[in-house]
T-cell receptor, first 111, second 107 residues
């Protein structure tokens, strides 16, 4: 089944403890991206990747890192999480200029 | 900022057609109109997209005005499972989500 998977789905952590949210797609898509969703603000793009080893900042990249070493994986790294990064995170993938497929979401709470 | 304007909420009776409007008066010639929906806090789901012509697929129809400044998403026979937030996005590739229209389908 074609899908985008994210892990973990739920995470509660403490300020400053490094964490990684994984994202994987099985559709051989070149394009992948990360969004965060906050009440009243809609979905905002954090980082995106046009292909392996090609990443770029989205609208709200501060406090996040990404890597794209393989086509199927696009992990989101929070080196030193802070409470303002408490949010719902979505990973998405697509062929260039085609519709995006979204993962199920990761709900992160930073205390 | 999102380049579209949508009503914040709409209601529709089950079995009736749901017509969701979207204004995009500043759309440029190479931008597509995309529609996505998000059911509760699930990942957004692609519905349909178009450039100039009307489009139809198994989920919905998209009607784009001749001047391309507005469009309407039509769910021909709404069901309770169509209750969701519907996002209209104009884009060449990057998706900018606004706040969408919250569609409530009632029995």
């Amino acid at each position: 089944e074609a899908q985008v998977t994210q892990n973990p789905r739920y995470l509660i952590t403490v300020t400053g403890k490094k964490l990684t949210v994984t994202c994987s797609q099985n559709m051989n898509h070149e394009y992948m991206s990360w969004y965060r969703q906050d009440p009243g603000l809609g979905l905002r793009q954090i980082y995106y990747s046009m292909n392996v080893e090609v990443t770029d900042k989205g609208d709200v990249p501060e406090g996040y890192k990404v890597s794209r070493k393989e086509k199927r994986n696009f992990p989101l790294i929070l080196e030193s999480p802070s409470p303002n990064q408490t949010s719902l995170y979505f990973c998405a993938s697509s062929l260039p200029s085609y519709e995006q497929y979204f993962g199920p979401g990761t709900r992160l709470t930073v205390t | 900022d999102a380049k579209t304007t949508q009503p914040p909420s709409m209601d529709c009776a089950e079995g009736r057609a749901a017509n969701l409007p979207c204004n995009h008066s500043t759309i440029s010639g190479n931008e597509y109109v995309y529609w996505y929906r998000q059911i509760h806090s699930q990942g957004p789901q692609y519905i349909i997209h178009g450039l100039k012509n009307n489009e139809t697929n198994e989920m919905a129809s998209l009607i784009i005005t001749e001047d391309r400044k507005s469009s309407t998403l039509i769910l021909p026979h709404a069901t309770l499972r169509d209750t969701a937030v519907y996002y209209c996005i104009v884009s060449t590739d990057k998706l900018i989500f606004g706040t969408g229209t919250r569609l409530q389908v009632f029995p």
